[in-house]
């Protein structure tokens, strides 16, 4: 069973390439003309619509490195929270997009 989150961006066009090219994220399916998407990272699908971002669902991208991702999408000028390790199990990382969707990554250690 697949994780799916859907978020509303503002601008389609910018919200597909950060997800995309930020986050490496694979596009399964575009609507241009209904402005939205569908997005695969592994098991998990994000969705995305044009439209008011919302209080809503975080999307969570397991990532093998979260100290390399933070450090990579800092020097891309996204905004990036502080890497958390909890318990010496796992690293989480608050990633957000232009519209300040919140995504967070993940690392197992």
Known sequence: MGIHVWYRVRDFDAGR???TGMLGLEEIYVDRDGRWA?????AA?????????????VAT???ADVKAEAERLRRAGVE?????ELHGEIRLLDVFDPDGNR???AQAL
Do not use: H, M, W
């Open 61 to 63: 991208i397991d990532v």
């Open 45 to 57: 699908e994000i969705g995305l619509a044009e439209g008011e971002p919302e209080e809503g669902g």
């Open 38 to 42: 569908r997005l695969r990272g592994g």
């Open 17 to 19: 390439a950060f997800y």
């Open 80 to 84: 990036v929270g502080t890497v958390l």
């Open 103 to 105: 995504v967070q990554l």
